[in-house]
């Protein structure tokens, strides 16, 4: 599973817990609706074919939202939810280990080598070298800037409020 969080989580768990109910709900459902555009970024543009194109849909779907609300701390992530297991090499890079390739369904594998059609029972995979692909990370990069200046606005407005209304 990937999660990622921004830096000073555990300096902003600790403010909010100081913060009165009003506040917390409305910074609540703003995060929430910010976790919805973060994941829409992630789902609908990023494995859509900003970032990669969708083939089979596995990463696209193993995507989702976990409410992390703990007593006095907010908060969503935006994971992988393990459903593709090339969902971190895809994210991060790396190499695949070398390794065999054999039919699953026939006696013998058919591709193309050097423009002619060949046959084998077993081909040796060297393995691969994937290049980084940062479908998360690009997304809360993206929208880091957005997300920030929402939380301060709502927050900012809901001070306003519990000030005007006490």
């Known amino acids: 599973m990937l999660q990622f969080s921004p830096e000073g989580v555990a300096d902003l768990a600790a403010k909010l817990a100081a913060l009165p109910d009003g506040l ?11 976790a919805q555009d973060l994941l829409a970024q992630v789902v609908d543009v990023n494995l859509s074919g900003a970032v990669l194109n969708a083939r089979s849909g596995a990463l696209r779907n193993s995507i989702q ?23 971190a090499i895809q994210e991060y890079g790396g190499k695949t280990a070398a390794h065999e390739i054999v039919p699953d369904k026939a006696t013998v594998l058919a591709f193309i080598a050097g423009g002619k059609q060949a046959f084998a029972r077993r081909v040796h995979h060297p393995g691969s070298e994937i290049p980084e692909r940062s479908y998360l990370r690009s997304a809360l ?3 880091s800037a957005e997300i920030k200046q929402a939380l301060r606005q709502t927050l900012a407005e809901a001070a306003q409020r519990a000030k005007d209304n006490p």
Request: net charge negative.
């Open 141 to 143: 990069a993206e929208k």
């Open 24 to 34: 917390r709900a409305a910074l609540a459902e703003k995060i929430d609706a910010l």
């Open 65 to 87: 939202l976990r409410n992390q609300d703990q007593g006095a701390s907010l908060g969503v992530a935006v994971v992988a939810d393990g459903g593709a297991p090339y969902a």
